[in-house]
């Protein structure tokens, strides 16, 4: 339990994918827009934001199993965990950029009264 | 209490959980925060069984009490920043700039939580030997195999 506990907490924890429930809204921007090609643009990059999603949760699990082996090890180096932990948080990074970009692409899909109804559960 | 009541303790707690699963819950159903808190204790429980010497005993009982509650503070820090996203996204006129500084700040706050439990790893390391972290590893209780699948969440 104790190394399960220092791999989560080293890593922050393995929710720091904030963006990801955007993703989530296919069935509401289904119902909110009509079926044209904007509703089909939207869904796309939506679609896009699910695998780019996956992508970082891979990521994740690479970098927590790495974590978890080097903590199980008798003699303990610590820049082993160092390296794996940088480049996670450079995907961190990269992720939140790409999702950015991915939403202010969705934006140009949906308009100002759609997107309130689509998210004004948040 | 004795090494045996908390196993007794412990079991009792699965039987409730695998119940609440299985639909028979009841108003003595069990929460994960009390999953986590029976497998903090065992956790304990192991620790003092494993290591001999009382002041380093403290010591690691000490560090798990720190760790129960730097996890408790992560989780809540985790809500926030997860509702504090979906404000900002729910508003149609957000900048950019207005997601890339609070990223900023989560990012400062991810880099100090990585330096706070590194100190606290190199600090388990030198309390416990390898032999007695190899004894703790070892060793399974159902709330604690519950609550490792919690926290792998967070």
Known sequence: MLIALF????LGGSSTATLAFIADTQDSVKIVMVKDDRQKEALSTLKAMKKRTNARNKHLKRASKGIYKVLRQDVINTADIDAIWTGYFAEIDQYDHDMLDLRWELKEHINREEWEEIFSGD | MSDRTLSLKSAMLFAAIACA????????DVSPADVEKQA???????????????AREGEAIALVNELSEDLNALREKIGQRRQRVRELNADYDTTRADFEAYFDKVDREIRWNKRQVSEKHREFLTIMTPDERSAIAKTHSKARDAAIRNIQTI
């Open chain 1, 7 to 10: 791999t989560i907490m080293i």
């Open chain 2, 21 to 28: 699963v299985a639909g028979c819950a009841s108003k003595d």
């Open chain 2, 40 to 54: 903090f204790e065992d956790l304990r429980t192991e620790i003092r069984a494993v290591i001999d010497d009382p």
